[in-house]
């Protein structure tokens, strides 16, 4: 990465996570007092903890140039810290989680993790496919939610490193076992974050497997882009790249219609305050306790397009969403409740502090058979590209 300042500071909020290199004054004359230092990208492993105290879990740091720090353990491929740019050029988490494995495993609301077999509901826990009916455990009243159980939020994931230039990134892979929460076939699955150069963090999915089965795999990270998790998020102001969004029933499974968002509290075609209509007197709001709903991204097949932004006015901080997913759920942590730890220790995640975008295939595809298809076959190969990059408004 070239930066065209002639003197940079390199905040030293990253401890040793920071490597100076290349000081490259060779082309300077003796007395020109230029000195160009530049933080090479990194990745920084350490132990998280005992998973049913034999499974070790690793945290991975990955650091780019910038100082921009993204941290992934390997239970459940979750984002447990993302320091995001400020104005003032320092970095500050803006995602919700816990200090320890402990509180992960004993009841997060999938903070920060990777969902899968199949984000969001299925109705009744059940689906046929190739005429075969499918039972799967239920967990979100009558309904199968993020895979059920035990969904790839509650795994340890297999890690490797890489590295490429100035990308740094973390390559997730977990074998699924056939009947795996009621799912057939073996499911070889990989997630690799990349923190690019230019603050953008990818997260690219790949799944294969050698029965038909269906698939549908997202992020559920909780975004409070404010950096104070005391915050509620009815401030940031939301955009979502779509004219149409998918009504849900009161056990929040779609109902099958695919409803314009204009005139409605849905239309977030031009970013809007997350709290500027959520309380209105709307049925669809009253049954999601807010929005929980899918939203139908424009644009055509599995191109990257843009799917939403999110914008903390009071510190400028800038989120871009660009995904290959035809739509994305977007959830305004309507069930947090004040009982769950900050990462500090001290405060607790209130009601609406954290808001989750998840790019992703419709919920219950696999019983409603006009929703674009989730089903995939030997021989195919699942691919899906999201991105998320963080930038500063002034
Ligand atoms: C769902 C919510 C659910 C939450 C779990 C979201 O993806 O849409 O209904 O409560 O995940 O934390």
Not at 229 to 244: G, K, P, R, S
Request: aromatic fraction near 10%; proline fraction near 5%.
């Amino acid at each position: 990465m070239k930066l065209n300042k002639k003197f940079l500071v390199i905040p030293i909020v990253l401890g040793m996570s920071l490597a100076l290199v290349n000081c490259k004054n060779d082309t300077k004359k003796e007395d020109t007092p230029v000195v160009e230092e530049m933080a090479e990208a990194s990745i920084i492993k350490s132990n998280f903890g005992m998973f049913q105290d034999s499974i070790p879990v690793e945290k991975y740091a990955l650091v780019n140039a910038n100082g921009m720090e993204v941290d992934v353990i390997t239970y459940g491929g979750i984002i447990t810290s993302l320091k995001a740019p400020s104005q003032d050029s320092t970095f500050q988490d803006v995602v919700l989680g816990f200090d320890s494995l402990e509180e992960y495993v004993e009841g997060s609301p999938y903070f920060g993790a990777i969902i899968g077999r199949y984000g969001n509901r299925i109705a009744k826990g059940e689906f046929k496919l190739d005429g075969e009916t499918y039972t799967l455990p239920v967990n979100d009243g009558d309904n199968s939610l993020h895979g059920g159980t035990a969904g790839f939020d509650k795994v340890v994931w297999n890690a490797e490193e890489v590295k490429d230039g100035d990308n740094v990134g973390l390559k997730l892979t977990y074998l699924s076992p056939d009947g795996d929460m009621g799912y057939p076939g073996n499911l070889e699955t990989t997630v690799t974050y990349t923190l690019q150069a230019d603050n953008t963090l990818m997260v690219k999915y790949e799944a294969t497997t050698d029965k038909p089965t269906v698939v549908n795999l997202t992020q559920h990270t909780y975004f409070n882009l404010s950096g104070n998790f005391d915050n509620t998020i009815l401030d940031t102001e939301v955009m979502i790249n779509a004219d149409q969004y998918l009504p849900v029933d009161a056990g929040l499974i779609p109902t099958g219609e695919l409803k314009s968002v204009a005139g409605t509290t849905f239309d977030f075609n031009k970013p809007k305050k997350i709290g500027a209509e959520i309380n209105a007197e709307d049925d669809q709001l009253k049954k999601g306790l807010g929005y929980d709903h899918c939203w139908i991204l424009n644009g055509t097949g599995g191109e990257m397009k843009l799917a939403a932004t999110a914008l903390d006015p009071e510190s400028g901080r800038f989120m871009e969403i660009m995904s290959t997913e035809p739509a994305i759920q977007f959830y305004t942590g309507n069930f947090l409740d004040g009982t769950l730890t900050q990462k500090d220790g001290e405060g607790t995640y209130a009601y609406r502090s954290g808001f989750c975008l998840e790019t992703q295939h419709y919920p219950d595809s696999p019983n409603q058979a006009d929703f674009p298809s989730t089903v995939l076959k030997p021989g195919e190969k699942y691919e899906t590209t999201t991105s998320f990059k963080f930038s500063v408004q002034d």
